[in-house]
């Protein structure tokens, strides 16, 4: 039998976190949790987990904190869970690397088929990143090289650190060259299931990568967007 996938939730207020552990427990994952910031990000670290849910109001450290300095390490799949309708919150968390966004209140049956999508990408990814090895291809645009062997993007030389998402997109769109894509084909070919998120999810993530690749973000020339039609990186 397959080993069962651990989850990790970070959340202060026990009656929810409680009910969460109970619920997904009994769908067959191994649950661990956390009642502050602090407990949850060293938790997190020790990389022995296939998913984090992240509350973001806690003590002692925040949800977007941790979220940051997971990111900083590790690409475990999170899903952040707030009380606030905050579209701010939304983008923050999104910004920094979290792969899901959920508010409360949820239903149980929502939440586990989003941890269910969420891990089942993540594996998948890593096997294709397995598969790859030995296999590289570069993709140039520009100044800017991507090597999708050892997943890394360089504009002159220089290493530029993308997140997870901001990889898949800007391959995405590299691989794809010439052809625009609407915001809702860009979720469902690089999220994967669009339904989920709401469009200003790409809007984010090109805002992000056009702040690391571009010279002039606010006059990009590697990613552009055509009013109604979509995001492409132009033929040379
Ligand atoms: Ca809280």
């Given at each position: 039998m397959e080993k069962a996938k651990k989850i990790l939730i970070v959340e202060d207020e026990k009656d929810i976190s409680e009910i969460i552990a109970y619920n997904i427990r009994r769908q067959g994952y191994d649950v661990d949790t956390a009642y502050d910031g602090e407990t949850g990000l060293n938790k997190a670290l020790s990389?022995?987990?296939?998913?984090v849910l992240l509350?973001?109001?806690?003590?002692?450290?925040?949800g977007f904190e941790i979220c940051k300095r997971i990111r900083e390490k590790l690409q475990t799949p999170i899903i952040i869970l707030t009380a606030r309708e905050e579209e701010n919150d939304k983008i923050m968390g999104l910004d920094l690397g979290a792969d899901d966004y959920m508010t409360k209140p949820f239903s149980i049956g929502e939440l586990s088929s989003r941890i269910k999508a969420n891990i089942r990408r993540y594996s998948g990814e890593l096997k294709k990143l397995g598969e790859n090895d030995g296999d590289g291809t570069t993709i140039k645009i520009g100044d800017i090289i991507i090597d999708t062997e050892n997943v890394s993007v360089r504009k002159n030389g220089k290493e530029i650190s993308l997140s997870k998402k901001e990889y898949d997109l800007l391959c995405f769109l590299a691989k794809n060259r010439g052809s625009k894509f609407p915001q809702d084909k860009l979720l469902e070919s690089v999220?994967?299931?669009?339904?989920?998120?709401?469009?200003?999810t790409v809007d984010v993530t090109v805002r992000r990568i056009r702040q690391k690749i571009e010279d002039d973000s606010s006059n990009p020339k590697y990613i552009l967007n055509m009013r109604s039609v979509g995001y492409y990186i132009p033929e040379d």
């Open positions: 990389g022995e987990f296939d998913l509350d973001v109001m806690l003590p002692k450290m925040d999220w994967g299931f669009g339904g989920y998120y709401d469009l200003r």
